[in-house]
């Protein structure tokens, strides 16, 4: 059977602000990625303030068009844009002169679903989210950003491996270990594995 190609409608939005100066295409993709972009910023920088600052200066790189889109099959909008980010995340740590062993080590560190902080209790609408999200940061930091990915941003492996800079295999295999982590945390928590 033959694939089909659909086309990467927020791609198409971006395309058209770029070329046309169509500000509402721009504000769809403000108001469809915002909140999303603040939960995945704020597993880098543990702040919810400066997360919704990277998030802004997220979408002030879209606007001045330094970083280029390109559609390909493969690698839609979504993914290119959260790549986006997770480079403002670390070049805001960089600036800070917050230095780890791995940036990404620190992804989602101490996290807990906060019903106070408005982006994380919106995206966190259900309890499995929230046991999900509570349960990430007792896992290697490396299968929560790709698990991060997966289950809250519902992207593809191939998606998730732009992101992350490992190659298919890797992902993969960071997603089965990861899940197996989790499976063990719930366990641990009298909790079964449902997801």
């Given at each position: ?101 791995s940036l990404e ?26 046991q999900l999200y ?62």
């Amino acid at each position: 059977m033959e694939s089909i190609h659909m086309p990467d409608n927020d791609g198409l939005l971006y395309t058209r602000f770029l070329t046309s100066g169509d500000q509402n295409a721009l504000e769809v993709l403000f108001s469809k990625y915002r909140e999303s972009l603040v939960l995945f910023i704020y597993g880098f920088v543990q702040n919810i303030d400066i997360a919704e600052e990277l998030m802004m200066d997220t979408f002030a790189v879209l606007v001045s068009g330094v970083a280029r889109y390109k559609e390909k099959d493969n690698a839609l909008f979504k993914t290119w844009l959260f790549a986006v980010a997770k480079n403002q995340a670390f070049l805001h740590l960089r600036k800070q002169r917050i230095w780890f062993v791995s940036l990404e080590k620190e992804f989602l560190d101490n996290m807990e679903a906060d019903a106070s902080t408005q982006p994380i209790a919106v995206l966190l609408k259900t309890e499995r989210d929230a046991q999900l999200y509570r349960s990430l940061k007792a896992i290697d930091a490396n299968y929560r950003q790709a698990l991060y990915l997966q289950y809250f941003e519902d992207m593809k492996p191939e998606q998730i491996s732009r992101i992350i800079k490992k190659n298919i295999k890797q992902t993969y295999n960071l997603l089965a270990r990861g899940k197996e982590a989790l499976r063990a945390i719930y366990a641990k928590m009298g909790h079964s594995w449902d997801i």
